[in-house]
């Protein structure tokens, strides 16, 4: 088989293969809570994409959070033990789109990706706990939210 023939068929089966992603997070850290502040507390995390696959591909994903404590993405709870105090998370800066699943995730990307270099997305994830929660005692609280990358 002449030499270009092979090559083409190589990179023929690498172009065949499927794209593979994976997500890696940067957690939202509010540090402790503070029920004195008027303010709201807003911190940030990054959820990064990295997809791979074959010559050239379009690849197209969403990425969707878990309600975490909750039960309710519309309506996330940071735990301390018995406490329980309102934040949630976000597509955009100006916190107005709560992110979750269905048709709260994170609307479909496209990504052009390759077999020499994958390609990075980087997507901030936004959050957000409401000022005026007196009742919630001082200190430090969690929650944890499993993001799922669908493509």
Request: hydrophobic content about 45%.
């Amino acid at each position: 088989m002449p030499i270009a023939a092979m090559i083409f068929l190589s990179l023929l089966s690498a172009s065949l293969q499927a794209a593979t992603c994976s997500l890696a997070a940067t957690p939202v850290a509010f540090g402790n809570y503070n029920a004195m502040l008027a303010l709201p507390s807003d911190s940030s995390g990054t959820l990064t994409v990295t997809c791979q696959s074959g010559l050239l591909e379009l690849v197209s994903y969403s990425i969707a959070l878990s309600p975490g404590n909750s039960g309710n993405a519309a309506a996330r709870q940071l735990q301390a033990g018995a406490q329980q105090l309102a934040y949630n998370l976000y597509t955009d800066i100006l916190r107005s789109n709560y992110w979750g699943s269905g048709a709260q995730a994170l609307p479909s990307s496209l990504l052009i990706t390759s077999l020499l270099t994958p390609f990075v997305a980087n997507h901030t994830v936004y959050g957000r706990i409401p000022a005026g929660q007196t009742g919630a005692a001082t200190g430090s609280y969690s929650d944890v939210i499993q993001a799922t990358i669908t493509f």
